[in-house]
């Protein structure tokens, strides 16, 4: 199977490229106390797709203050947390095509993992023996079924702690 890699030129053959000037960021003031903080980023993955529009409008009740964004599946929440990591990612284990658990382990391989706080949804029946126990550090568990109420609930939390991290931050 070819990745069309044989066509391309070797590196020898690559014309120099003149160096560009970079060009001066914009200078951006500090937030200010009128200044909201930015909302908190929330990822949630999970294939049911009624549970996860159920917790979209539970979490609705934080407005702009917390940006929900979606996925149905681990490729497609690596993506997107390459693309924007958010504050707070929640996912269950049973994905289609890489489940949960290979997700969190490609996140703590390529040193996003530290990054985010995370929140895994295991099943509270039929749980595999060792099952919690390897995920990977700081991971924290909920049992399944979870309500989206209970979900919104624990992402106030989190939202909280964050909103007061941002104060002291202002405050120094």
Same mark, same amino acid.
């Given at each position: 199977?070819?990745?069309?890699?044989?066509?391309?030129?070797?590196?020898?053959?690559?014309?120099?490229?003149?160096?560009?000037?970079?060009?001066?960021?914009?200078? &951006?003031?500090?937030?200010?106390?009128?200044?909201?903080?930015?909302?908190?980023?929330?990822?949630?993955?999970?294939?049911?797709?009624?549970? =996860?529009?159920?917790?979209?409008?539970? *979490?609705?009740?934080?407005?702009?203050?917390?940006?929900?964004?979606?996925?149905?599946?681990?490729?497609?929440?690596?993506?997107?947390?390459?693309?924007?990591?958010?504050? =707070?990612?929640?996912? &269950?284990?049973?994905?289609?095509?890489?489940?949960?658990?290979?997700? +969190?382990?490609?996140?703590?391989?390529?040193?996003?993992?530290?990054?985010?706080?995370?929140?895994?949804? +295991?099943?509270?029946?039929?749980?595999?023996?060792?099952?919690?126990?390897? *995920?990977?550090?700081?991971?924290?568990? *909920?049992?399944?079924?979870?309500?989206?109420?209970? +979900?919104?609930?624990?992402?106030?939390?989190?939202?909280?702690?964050?909103?007061?991290? &941002?104060?002291?931050?202002?405050?120094?």
């Amino acid at each position: 199977m070819s990745m069309g890699l044989a066509d391309a030129e070797p590196l020898s053959a690559l014309r120099a490229v003149p160096a560009v000037e970079p060009v001066d960021a914009p200078v &951006t003031a500090p937030p200010t106390a009128d200044t909201p903080p930015a909302p908190m980023k929330l990822l949630l993955v999970a294939r049911d797709a009624g549970w =996860l529009q159920g917790c979209r409008s539970a *979490l609705e009740v934080f407005g702009p203050a917390v940006d929900v964004q979606v996925a149905d599946n681990g490729y497609v929440a690596l993506l997107m947390v390459g693309r924007d990591a958010p504050d =707070l990612l929640v996912t &269950t284990l049973e994905l289609p095509g890489m489940d949960g658990l290979d997700m +969190l382990r490609t996140l703590e391989r390529c040193d996003v993992l530290p990054r985010l706080e995370v929140i895994a949804l +295991l099943p509270s029946t039929d749980l595999p023996a060792g099952l919690a126990q390897s *995920l990977p550090g700081g991971v924290q568990v *909920l049992y399944q079924p979870v309500s989206p109420e209970a +979900l919104a609930i624990r992402a106030g939390r989190c939202l909280l702690q964050r909103q007061a991290a &941002t104060q002291g931050a202002h405050h120094e």
